[in-house]
């Protein structure tokens, strides 16, 4: 296996932070995503090394193999015992005189698959009649990022997606959260020797929205009202994630006041049914280009 520099591809030195890995892959992620770039082969394979490097380098524990094992990164603990057991071979080996084949101890039953697939047998005395055995591993998970904007992760819908050449179709369910991760069991890279497949976990990521800011499971919003409104009283639409309700404004509303609306808030998540509340808060516009008629009235009213 030709040996695939990680740190290369991610554009960061092996000194990088978490939080530095993580920056660079979301934007080289969202410049290679195949839906910005249909029908790119290139950007496409680009795109499958970047979730790999991703997947290994976000994982601290995967990090630490790969820096030491390189590619072989994911058998490295299984490569370590091998070498232990090379070692207590050679140690008995020495014990005896050194004076006996390795067939002489049924060759390779004392040893992991792993280590007669490194080493070719008990020690590299020759070859069992039964062949070299293979080990099974799972195959390597695979870590991949999901975007979503406030309005679709507030609704359950279906979402389709390629990882590895092969399409992936899942049900968001309402109310899920920036940065939440699930797991799909079986979704990830093929296993070896016939070992399972390894899994695929998504991370949301969902940006800021122009209009509404979520705290858990409540939202929160700004609405601007005119002085008249705030002083007398009356009507006010106001958006909502499911459209748009009035709302009545008391007389004088001081700008900065907030209101709630319950139930108008974020979904609950895996609890369609349940919701947040909505937090309205209303910023006072004065008026402007007055006319002088208009300054005589409010001259009257300061000095009344």
Known sequence: ????????????????????????????????????????????????????????????????????????????????????????????????????????????????DFFQDMFGGAGGFGRSSRGRASGKFKGQDVQAELTLNLRDAAVTHPQTFEINGKKVRITIPAGVYDGQKIKLKGHGNPGVNGGPNGDLYITFNIPIDPDFERI???????VAIDLYTAVLGGDVKVNTLNGSVNLKVKPETQSGMTVRLKGKGFPVYKKESEHGDLFVTYEVKLPTNLTDKQKELFEQLKNS
């Open 1 to 112: 296996m030709a040996y695939i520099d990680y740190y290369k591809i991610l554009g960061v030195d092996k000194s990088a932070t978490q939080d530095d890995i993580k920056k660079a892959y979301r934007k080289l992620a969202r410049k290679l995503h195949p839906d910005l770039n249909p029908d790119d082969k290139e950007s496409e394979r680009k795109f499958k090394e970047l979730n790999e490097a991703n997947e290994v380098l976000s994982n601290p524990e995967n990090r630490a193999k790969y820096d030491k094992y390189g590619e072989n990164w994911k058998h490295g603990e299984e490569y370590e015992k091998a070498q232990q057991q090379q070692r207590q071979y050679q140690q008995q080996q020495q014990s005896y005189g050194g004076g006996f084949s390795g067939a002489d101890f049924g060759e390779g039953e004392d040893f992991s």
């Open 216 to 222: 858990g499971d409540d939202l929160k919003t700004k």
